[in-house]
RNA sequence: CGGGGCGUAGCGCAGCUUGGUUAGCGCACCUGCCUUGGGCGCAGGGGGUCGGAGGUUCGAAUCCUCUCGCCCCGACCA
């Protein structure tokens, strides 16, 4: 491709609204643009990036035997109303009406459409397992869209579902996805793990994501160095570092207008460890709940949750009605109701709120002053001890970039999707679901892989193989050569690739630094820079973008060389 | 949805507090000359309903009200 029939609009300054490093090089190297919140533009070099992306899914996608097929992305609301995800989804789903007035909704995934063809078409146990995915466009209307094309309302996402006799089945299914996409990250030049994650809406038993590390990423993930424990932390077991405490008779502390945590702990000249933090809840089924937590620990909503169901935080009011005192100076002391406790309060001698004004208590130990029940109901914290092997555990910060779920039969039985098995009994299929957004590799790679310059691609999603930088295009042995060289590097046929080289020639009539600086930003691998001054010395440049190493090759055999490099690459 | 910030040329910004000729600067863009190893140089030029609507005023980019959009933090995230 010659740059001049190419369109690259590349940026001398970012546009101010970009704050990841993906989001500004992206726009500044010409790859996308912004047509509103959230929703973008992909423009000639990022879609080959997409597309290099979606050869690799199809090609790893195939090799489990998925098949590919295509949905629409507008659907009849009655399937979504049948599993009750019509309900149980909020404003991200995008709905409408069409012209008979009949309620319509914008795909956001596909579970429902894909069990619900299922559920037409196959009949019998000979028929499955069958694996069925495709490359297609989801529409979220996200609360907060993000960070340029890492968290948009309308992206592309390869979403594929299995449908098995048994959940014997659906493990195969999932291992084979697991794999799969194992192969695919790999591929596609990230690092990632594979964690443990909260199934959530998708429903269902099991579920992993993969996530790439980077400081962009919305998620943290807790992670175990000796024993490789590794969880979202939306779901990541942990105990707590025990800490030293203070033998003590129980005792009043006079404690004005200490309230929080810190106030108390300092007050006190304490740690905050040494602290029993309680909170009023309010929930639905079980009234007014104590949660406690120790003083350096937060309460994690959803563990809780899984415990005691919907709760809310008590306001003030309610707090005072109910135990008489501001909240501040509460405590599990004579406390009437259910307490749950984290498992770090299990022993230990503990200052708590007295449910006097303030007033605190001192001396105060678990098991004998007050019962609770014991659960891990705490946000897994840097320092925690690992829930497996209690090596300490790190927490990272990363991009999701694929997940896999155990769906079992949330789908298929309100959806009737069942076959008749080899003695003739129906039984609803057992189904998994799997997504991996192509976007969001991209820019994740990106995140993973950038300088001061710019972009550096892996060779496997990059736009280009290699770009030829004619330094000065008025000098005729200049021009002769990288034509000569375009042509034939773009032919040579390699085996090991089965393609071409994918050639970008910068034919511009620009200065030297222009092209220079364009080609760094737009992060193509490998680049081949031919100037007069070397070529006076029978040589010319070949640079790798990811190391910035230049290495002299002779002008003869300099295809050879190049395609040499080339494969020694990343 | 809560908190914060920002909307002036394609991009980056100044001007607004304290209203007053024709709204400025840099980059990009166009023309010509020049130059060719890290975003050259010189000269000339085009491009703006100052996000929108209403109001105050003799006069509004500037003050007031409403509204739309975008970004960041948080909540949410199938």
Request: net charge negative.
């Amino acid at each position: 491709m010659r740059y001049t029939k190419f369109f690259i609009p590349t940026l001398r300054e970012v546009p101010s609204e970009a704050e990841a490093a993906s989001h500004k090089f992206l726009l500044k190297a010409g790859y996308i643009r912004q047509l509103a919140a959230g929703l973008y533009i992909f423009l000639p070099l990022s879609w080959r990036v997409l597309n290099r992306i979606n050869k690799i899914l199809i090609e790893e996608m195939e090799a489990i035997n998925a098949q590919e097929i295509t949905m629409p992305i507008l659907h009849p609301a009655e399937i979504w109303q049948t599993t009750g995800r019509w309900y149980e989804i909020k404003e991200e789903m995008f709905r409408l009406n069409d012209r008979g007035g009949r309620e319509m909704c914008l795909g956001m995934t596909h579970e429902e459409i894909m069990t619900w063809l299922a559920s037409r078409e196959i009949r019998s146990y000979r028929e499955l397992p069958q694996i069925w995915y495709q490359i297609q466009t989801k529409l979220r209307d996200e609360a907060r869209p993000k960070s340029g094309i890492l968290r948009t309302r309308e992206f592309l996402m390869k979403d594929s579902y299995s449908f098995d006799m048994d959940v014997e089945g659906l493990d195969i299914s999932y291992n084979l996805h697991a794999e799969a996409y194992h192969k695919i990250f790999k591929r596609c030049g990230l690092r990632f793990y594979q964690v443990e994650s909260d199934p959530g809406m998708m429903g269902g038993a099991c579920a992993h994501e993969y996530m790439a590390p980077s400081p962009a990423g919305e998620d943290d993930i807790a992670i175990c160095a000796n024993c490789g424990y590794i969880a979202n932390v939306e779901i990541a077991q942990s105990f707590a570092q025990p800490v030293e405490y203070i033998e003590s008779e129980m005792e009043e502390l006079f404690t004005p207008d200490k309230r929080s945590i810190e106030e108390v702990a300092a007050f006190l000249n304490i740690n905050p460890s040494c602290l029993i933090k309680s909170l009023l809840l309010v929930s639905s089924t079980y009234g007014y709940i104590l949660a406690l937590l120790r003083g350096d620990q937060e309460l994690h909503d959803k563990k809780l949750t899984k415990i005691i169901g919907q709760f809310r935080i008590a306001s003030k009011d309610e707090v005072i009605s109910f135990l008489g005192v501001e909240p501040g100076f509460i405590g599990p002391i004579d406390f009437k109701g259910r307490i749950i406790s984290d498992n770090a309060l299990n022993e230990g001698v503990y200052v708590t709120g007295a449910n006097k004004l303030n007033y605190h208590i001192k001396g105060v130990k678990p098991n004998i002053n007050f019962t609770a029940e014991w659960h891990d109901i705490h946000i897994a914290k840097a320092g925690d001890y690992c829930p497996k092997c209690k090596s300490e555990l790190k927490i990272e910060k990363a991009i999701e970039i694929g997940n896999i779920f155990k769906l079992g039969t949330k789908y298929s039985i309100p959806l009737n999707a069942v076959y008749l098995d080899g003695k003739g009994v129906e039984k609803p299929m057992i189904m998994g679901s799997y997504g991996i957004g192509p976007a969001r590799i991209a820019a994740a790679v990106v995140e993973q892989n950038y300088d001061e310059e710019g972009i550096k691609w892996p060779k496997s999603i990059a736009p280009f193989d290699i770009q030829i930088l004619p330094l000065n295009m008025s000098d005729k042995q200049t021009v002769e050569l990288s034509e000569m060289l375009y042509k034939n590097i773009s032919e040579i046929y390699n085996s090991l690739t089965d393609r071409n080289m994918d050639v970008l020639l910068d034919d511009r009539n620009v200065r030297p630094g222009v092209k220079f600086k364009d080609a760094d930003l737009i992060g193509i691998p490998i680049q081949i820079i031919i100037g007069e001054r070397s070529l006076k010395n029978n040589y010319i440049e070949v640079k790798k973008r990811l190391t910035q190493e230049v290495f002299k090759i002779s002008l003869e055999r300099a295809e050879a060389s190049i395609v040499k490099i080339y494969y020694e690459t990343e």
